[in-house]
């Protein structure tokens, strides 16, 4: 199973974390299979951590990623919810007949899928009702065909691992030329998604729709109510066990939720479930918000900020750390442009664009617990940073981390200057004056030949960064310079981030293919991969951004929402959303830095 690595359960609840997770598991994927040289140092990732490997009823092993996923009736498109990985027709039709008229999970370990009795046993009428199929997304019909891994009987051959513990080869074939969705082409997260997933991972809330203007999941209150019915309870706690039984040394949950809709809701009560039944396992909990938002859409906007302020007062009580992930400026009411990056450019109004970047960061300030070999777990993350109550925390990155060529990381930091420098990704506004109580830092995918300095012996040292001996002292005499009473923990890795197709085509054509800065003319190659800074901090620009939002919820008057209240909220429980978020913007007011 995972070989001693200590595993992680993720879990995607709604469809904007769908469009994240999509991203994130590609990059994974892509981190995977990626083609390995003779001379290659060992794997600092440990892929383990997310995969879990598994066997197909018809003896195929499989390398998956160890998911649960929630959405909404209709934002599958293409995609069986049983996924196509363990797929033929005879076991599709085992897997549907033993979910049960009512659509609840199946209750067989996949092992035991083979003994299920088939159509044929069954007495009386059956009556076929059909749906029609939605078309499947050009992009994916390429990609299978260009892989190559489909057998006559109907079953996926999957990729090998060739940086982990993962299956041997299943296939032969060539790697394709990279394919590229477009954006007209997305519609849905699942629409570019190029991993399989195993049939437990999806888990379909039937009772709301993704499309249309009825029907759907938009209050804190009707999201909380999904997992107080027994049906979709009994459903996640069964995917739960089936996961976390065959786990040898489990860190704990990775939770990315929608805060802006009635996810926030499932988010709280899986949070809490997740507390109560996994006690001492870390439990970190992506909060995510899609990009700007218009002042034309007043109800949309009222939900989001009550969705909001509900989602991170409930999941911080449940969460051993919560982070906002959004690339807009302001939780409250009143709209902000975008962040910018200097070398990205992207539509802040497309989900595709908007979760590629979150995905990045997010691959970039979770490595820490996914490395073969470190100290840090999730838990000890969690408690670097939150200390004293502070169980929100904000991210931050340098998308791509600039260097030019030649050019050597005490340089390039120099030149960056302080975490003020780094693009906020919490929906904070101007970090200038920020006080740092406790940060996580990683760097990623510099060449070693760069970790140093390069000025001949005998030359002037333009700073302290340039004496170190090594590339992670650099970092962390960067950090120490930068913030010098700050808890600080800092990572240099030399693997980077990869971005190659699906990862849509978002930055400047100044960027060579491993994604450094060229001052000539622009490569006739893409940017296939590129070096990020990305961070996890507690610092009082929380103070601020949770005040902000907890003074726009106190000028409501929610009886005019009375929708928010009938889907199972009450005036009472707004006044206590209203009392927590407070308490938790003046946590971050005072001063509980080393200093104090």
Request: charged share 20%; net charge negative; aromatic share 8%.
């Amino acid at each position: 199973m995972a070989g001693g690595a200590r595993e992680v359960l993720t879990l995607q609840l709604g469809h904007f974390a769908g469009f994240v997770g999509a991203h994130w598991w590609n990059q994974q994927d892509a981190a995977l299979c990626a083609p390995s040289e003779a001379d290659a140092p060992p794997a600092e990732l440990c892929p383990d951590v997310l995969y879990r490997a598994g066997r197909t009823p018809h003896g195929r092993e499989t390398y998956t990623p160890r998911l649960i996923l929630m959405d909404l009736k209709g934002s599958l498109s293409s995609l069986k919810q049983e996924g196509g990985l363990y797929g033929d027709a005879q076991l599709d039709a085992a897997i549907a007949w033993y979910r049960g008229p009512q659509g609840g999970s199946p209750r067989t370990r996949e092992a035991a899928l083979p003994n299920l009795p088939p159509f044929s046993c069954r007495q009386g009428k059956l009556t076929t009702h059909k749906e029609e199929l939605c078309p499947k997304n050009p992009y994916l019909q390429d990609l299978r065909s260009a892989e190559g891994v489909l057998s006559s009987d109907g079953i996926w051959r999957v990729k090998s691992i060739p940086n982990g513990n993962g299956p041997p080869p299943l296939t032969t074939a060539t790697t394709p030329k990279p394919l590229i969705p477009t954006e007209s082409s997305i519609r849905v997260w699942s629409d570019f998604l190029r991993v399989h997933l195993h049939p437990r991972s999806i888990c379909m809330i039937q009772k709301y729709n993704h499309d249309g203007e009825a029907g759907r999941l938009e209050a804190f209150g009707q999201g909380e109510s999904v997992l107080k019915e027994p049906r979709y309870l009994e459903e996640l706690e069964d995917r739960l066990h089936f996961y976390v039984e065959e786990c040898d040394y489990l860190q704990g949950f990775q939770i990315l939720c929608d805060l802006h809709n009635g996810f926030s809701g499932v988010g709280a009560k899986a949070t809490e479930l997740l507390q109560d039944e996994y006690s001492g396992r870390g439990i970190i909990t992506w909060g995510l918000l899609p990009g700007p938002y218009s002042l034309g859409e007043p109800r949309k906007n009222i939900y989001r900020l009550l969705n909001t302020a509900f989602g991170l007062v409930h999941m911080s009580a449940h969460s051993s750390l919560v982070c906002p992930l959004s690339l807009g400026r302001s939780l409250g009411l009143r709209p902000e442009p975008p962040v910018t990056f200097p070398h990205l450019h992207y539509d802040a109004t497309l989900p595709f664009h908007c979760a590629a970047v979150l995905a990045t960061a997010l691959d970039t300030v979770t490595v820490p617990y996914r490395l073969h070999s470190s100290p840090v777990s999730m838990a000890h993350l969690a408690d670097l940073l939150n200390f004293s109550g502070k169980k929100v925390v904000t991210a931050a990155a340098t998308i791509p981390f600039p260097l030019v060529p030649g050019q050597s990381l005490p340089d390039a930091l120099v030149q960056l200057g302080g975490p003020t420098a780094w693009t906020p990704l919490s929906a904070c506004r101007d970090p200038c004056g920020t006080r740092f109580f406790a940060q996580s830092v990683v760097l990623r995918g510099l060449d070693g030949a760069c970790h140093t300095s390069r000025l001949a012996p005998g030359t002037p040292l333009p700073s302290p960064l340039h004496a170190c001996g090594t590339g992670e002292d650099v970092l962390a005499q960067y950090l120490q310079q930068q913030e010098p009473r700050v808890r600080s923990s800092a990572h240099l890795l030399l693997a980077p981030c990869k971005v190659a197709p699906p990862y849509p085509r978002l930055f400047s054509p100044s960027l060579s293919q491993h994604g450094l800065v060229l001052d000539g003319s622009p490569p006739g190659a893409a940017v296939e991969s590129i070096p990020v800074l990305g961070a996890l901090c507690s610092s009082s620009t929380l103070s601020r951004t949770l005040g902000d939002l907890a003074r726009d919820l106190s000028t409501l008057d929610v009886r005019r929402w009375a929708s928010f209240l009938d889907a199972g909220v009450e005036q009472a429980d707004v006044e206590e959303a209203l009392e927590a978020l407070g308490s938790l913007a003046r946590c971050y007011g005072g001063g509980d830095g080393l200093a104090d």
